[in-house]
């Protein structure tokens, strides 16, 4: 895994930043969700290649900007 963060780390250039978390290589992007948040990618070698997720955070974001179907008390 190393190896790969080290490639990751003279490739991508200054704006990135890249650490080992679980297993993965997080890459800090310089992009930001609209709340001010950082946009993580994570990498991860498997046998058959790589995975590139984000872990779900991208739809987490989404899901706590839309409009629920349940009230709370005080639209009730």
Known sequence: ???IYQIISLTIGRQFSCSTIDGFVRIRTPY???DGDFID???KQKEEGYILTDLG???RWLKMQSISQKMS???E
Request: hydrophobic share 35%; proline share 7%; aromatic share 14%.
């Open 1 to 3: 895994m190393s190896e």
């Open 41 to 43: 990618l994570y990498l």
């Open 32 to 34: 930001l969700y609209p």
């Open 73 to 75: 008390e005080k639209q």
């Open 57 to 59: 955070e991208t739809i």
